[in-house]
């Protein structure tokens, strides 16, 4: 691989031309205009300079990493002569099966094609194009520049070697690849925060606790890098309710949204921290949430419902346990892995405590994951009987 398109400059686009460009790839760059494309260079420059700024790179490792760099709003130009394609346009189905049916037709026969989709199916993508084979997520988190972990995700028709390719490239720029085996929606990552954040949603619409106490507890007693209507802020109202809608149809009951707790704020174009509103006030900038609320809320209640769907994940053969600790531990700055969290603190008590929330509220999301049972009835109970998501 030396040469790639990224198509799309915007927010992800720009920032994964300018980690190829950084590891010596030339990257071509399209974007509908001109004037897009001046922006997304300008920020690779800014983004570049910052490099410089605090001695992570020399400045004419800066000047050689833009002048790898193309911009242009033909395809023809764009697809000429590339080893791989990265589609990074706007999160809509049919302009990405465009995008692709075009590339498809430029870009020389051996080209992978990867889609840096959240929620799409790649599925569905590759069979807009006559190589199918080829095509294959490769889903970054913002970032790019910044974030360590990439998720590789095999569409239905994905060849394994398109897969491997991707997976050792990831590498190569000096990312954390993990593997999701089946194109399913959410990925690794996006449906196990789907679910925390589910689980948040709910119990503050029941009136249990504030919005304040459960991101209390998140940050002060479990040690995330935020609370989660925080963290939903941050993410976009409007795309974390988009997306809580896509984990239902995908998955059903499961994944119940609290439509109640989220819509009106969505409707309001509260959209979080972007517009300077959301759950929280942002005008101010970061808000601030007390320490002495930290005990309104049992922070294991996220973990158990967050083992829950990493046990769902492995039951479904789409992800093995490593992956996902690394996922959440990369991907969202989680202080553990799921899987790793559930071995210390042993399986028959996350079984017990999901039991206790499913009696409690009768609710989908609480029902134990057979794959938990299975290991439990065998006596894989975590660290302290040497098995349980890991061999110890
Ligand atoms: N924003 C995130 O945090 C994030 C994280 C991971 C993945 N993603 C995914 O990355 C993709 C892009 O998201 P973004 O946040 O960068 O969006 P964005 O709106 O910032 O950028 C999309 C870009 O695509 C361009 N575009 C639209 N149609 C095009 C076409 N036909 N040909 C060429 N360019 C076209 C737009 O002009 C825009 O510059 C989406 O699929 C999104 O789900 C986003």
Redesign the pocket.
Request: proline fraction near 0%; aromatic fraction near 6%; glycine fraction near 10%.
């Given at each position: 691989m030396k040469k790639l398109a990224v198509?799309?400059?915007?927010?992800?686009?720009h920032g994964i031309a300018q980690v190829f460009a950084m590891q010596g790839y030339e990257v071509n760059l399209?974007?509908?205009n001109d004037d897009?494309l001046k922006k997304?260079f300008q920020g690779i420059e800014w983004s570049l300079n910052k490099f410089v700024e605090k001695r992570r790179i020399r400045k004419e490792d800066a000047e050689a990493a833009l002048s790898r760099i193309t911009i242009t709003t033909s395809y023809e130009e764009a697809a000429k002569d590339i080893d791989l394609a990265i589609e990074?346009?706007?999160?809509k189905i049919n302009?990405?099966k465009?995008?692709f049916a075009k590339l498809d037709a430029i870009a020389p026969p051996h080209a992978i094609i990867a889609?840096?989709?959240?929620?799409?199916s790649i599925t569905e993508m590759g069979r807009a194009t006559k190589r199918p084979d080829k095509v294959v997520g490769m889903?970054?988190?913002?970032p790019p520049q910044l974030m360590q972990l990439i998720e590789v995700i095999n569409g239905d028709d994905t060849s394994d070697e398109t897969v491997q390719t991707i997976l050792e490239l990831s590498k190569q720029i000096g990312k954390t690849p993990i593997l999701c085996k089946k194109d399913v929606r959410g990925f690794i990552v996006n449906r196990i925060l789907g679910m925390v954040f589910n689980e948040a949603f709910w119990t503050y619409h029941r009136g249990e606790t504030s919005k304040e106490g459960i991101d209390a507890s998140a940050k002060y007693f479990g040690g995330f890098p935020m609370g989660w209507f925080e963290l939903c802020d941050f993410?976009g109202l409007d795309?974390a309710y988009e997306v809580g809608k896509i984990l239902y149809e995908a998955y059903g009951a499961r994944f119940k949204p609290c439509q109640e707790v989220i819509e009106p704020l969505v409707k309001e174009k509260r959209f979080g921290q972007k517009v300077k509103h959301g759950f929280y006030d942002w005008s101010k900038g970061r808000p601030r949430i007390p320490f002495n609320l930290a005990d309104e809320y049992d922070i294991e209640r996220i973990w158990v419902v967050a083992i829950n769907e990493a046990a769902w994940l492995i039951h479904d053969n789409v992800a093995e346990p490593n992956s996902i600790d690394m996922g959440m531990k990369l991907g969202t700055g989680w202080p553990s892995g799921p899987c790793e969290y559930a071995d210390k603190k042993g399986l028959d008590w996350i079984l017990n405590k999901l039991d206790e929330l499913y009696k409690k509220y009768n609710m989908e999301m609480y029902k134990p994951c057979p794959l938990l049972k299975t290991y439990v009835d065998k006596g894989w109970n975590g660290k302290k009987t040497g098995r349980g998501f890991y061999k110890y």
């Open positions: 198509i799309g400059a915007g927010l992800l686009g399209l974007d509908l897009l997304a990074v346009v706007s999160e302009i990405k465009m995008v889609t840096n989709t959240s929620t799409l889903h970054w988190f913002n993410v795309i």
